[in-house]
């Protein structure tokens, strides 16, 4: 599974931007597929995900301003970010893993096999 990630660039506190995943190699309704953030000198974050069956999971202090959808069409995911604050700059990441993982094994990095190559995302005061 190959994975581009888009859509990143400056924004300033209170704007919303719209990141994109485009897998190629797999449909996305056969794996599943996460968004993950890393800010400098930070771990590696997940912000949510979607399952293979369309279900989706991330932290409960995200989900009241990310939202992730898919494409099945395209065979994208989307992570919608509204109300961005500068805490938010970071690069972000979308992961897929194999549709045979538990849920609690996506909540960190290591339940998913292959990784974008990552878009900055860099929110102004």
């Known amino acids: 599974v190959q994975l581009q990630a888009s859509g990143g660039g400056m924004v300033q506190a209170g704007d919303s931007l719209r990141l994109s995943c485009a897998a190629s190699?797999?449909?996305?309704?056969?794996?599943?597929m996460g968004w993950f953030r890393q800010a400098p000198g930070k771990e590696r974050e997940l912000l949510g995900g979607i399952r293979w069956s369309g279900n989706t999971y991330g932290t409960d202090s995200v989900k009241r301003r990310f939202t992730i959808s898919r494409d099945n069409d395209k065979n994208t995911v989307d992570l919608q970010m509204n109300s961005l604050k500068p805490d938010d700059t970071a690069v972000y990441y979308c992961?897929?893993?194999?549709?045979?993982?538990?849920?609690?094994?996506?909540?960190?990095?290591?339940?998913?096999?292959?990784w974008g190559q990552g878009t900055l995302v860099t929110v102004s005061s």
């Open positions: 992961a897929a893993g194999s549709k045979s993982k538990i849920l609690s094994s996506l909540l960190s990095p290591g339940g998913y096999d292959f």
């Open positions: 190699g797999r449909t996305i309704r056969t794996i599943n």
